[in-house]
């Protein structure tokens, strides 16, 4: 009985109707957006959730990302717009990205991305090791990207934020125009593998860690229920047989990003999130990490 009210509660959260006869078996043709110009390092881990839920949902579905590359701000007006170029996004989730869409209630990465150590020049070190409190990291300006909700969130801590495009912002951090590039934990080390030759002096901060309720959700296009009902049924029973976990334990994108961090060793600053939904704060304990 605990089984069942867990998981009818899972699919209340994660946006999925309830009592609705199932529907003829439908197969989706999923578009979701470039966020960036060249590869996105990031995308290989979300992709697999979405593979994962599709098929433990056992539904039949295509993906293929648009060549048009879409800032955030962009790509949540075209889902709003009916999906006619694209139907599917992954990013930070907030009440006013909502707009009106179909949202899948599962954190992707179990809250990863509200823990946000910091991409700095390798010289700035000693800067940082003398930060014992976050009034101390008032002192110094932090970057995020046009659009990101985290400025917002940053910015609500009474921290000093410069905004600029997400490339332009490592340039600003090498540059020394910027002090440090918060990133999400399992963002960071990917970012700065692939850009070595561009911004050689870069590395993660080695002690510090700011942490907040936040991560990418899947926002599906208006007018596409039937594909955000699966997505969300898919998760949770993903969630209800273990599979997600077990994805989520041996994927090398989320554990190499934990091994190298080092969560337990950091000196945490929590950060309140004010921007989530309702139903983003009702989401279960058992979608984040502990």
């Known amino acids: 009985m605990h089984r ?7 699919l209340s959260a994660a946006g999925v109707a309830l009592g609705v006869p199932a529907a003829p078996a ?4 999923i578009v979701y957006p470039r966020i960036r110009p060249g590869g996105d390092v990031h995308a290989a881990f979300a992709l697999a959730v979405l593979d994962l839920a599709m098929k433990t949902a056992n539904a039949s579905y295509t993906a293929r990302q648009t060549e048009i590359v879409m800032e955030r701000g962009r790509a949540l007006a075209e889902l709003a717009n009916g999906g006619d170029t694209i139907n599917l996004h992954w990013t930070s989730m907030e009440a006013r990205a909502e707009r009106g869409l179909n949202v899948v209630r599962i954190p992707i990465h179990r809250g ?4 946000r150590v910091f991409v700095i020049r390798k010289d700035r070190q000693p800067d ?3 930060i014992e409190h976050l009034s101390d990291l008032k002192t110094l300006t932090g970057g995020q990207g046009l659009g990101w909700i985290d400025t917002e969130i940053l910015k609500a801590a009474g921290l000093n934020v410069q905004t600029s495009t997400y490339e332009t912002m490592f340039e600003m951090t090498q540059s020394g125009r910027v002090d440090y590039f918060p990133r999400g934990v399992v963002e960071a080390f990917a970012e700065l593998e692939g850009r070595r030759h561009r911004e050689p002096d870069l590395v993660v901060e080695n002690r510090l860690l ?3 309720r936040s991560d990418f959700i899947f926002y599906v ?3 596409h229920e039937a ?5 969300g049924k898919g998760l949770v029973a993903a969630y209800s047989d273990g599979s997600f ?4 334990n041996s994927h090398p994108y989320i554990q190499d990003a934990l091994t190298r961090t080092k969560l337990a060793n950091r000196k945490t600053f929590h950060l309140d999130n004010p921007f989530l939904s309702e139903a983003d704060r009702r989401i279960p304990d058992e979608y984040w990490v502990s």
């Open 128 to 130: 940082f090791d003398r």
């Open 210 to 212: 700011l942490k907040y």
């Open 221 to 223: 296009a208006t007018g």
């Open 245 to 248: 976990i077990r994805l989520f």
């Open 4 to 10: 069942r009210r867990f998981v009818l509660a899972a």
């Open 26 to 29: 439908i197969r989706f043709d």
């Open 112 to 115: 990863l991305i509200g823990y």
């Open 227 to 231: 594909m955000a009902e699966t997505i």
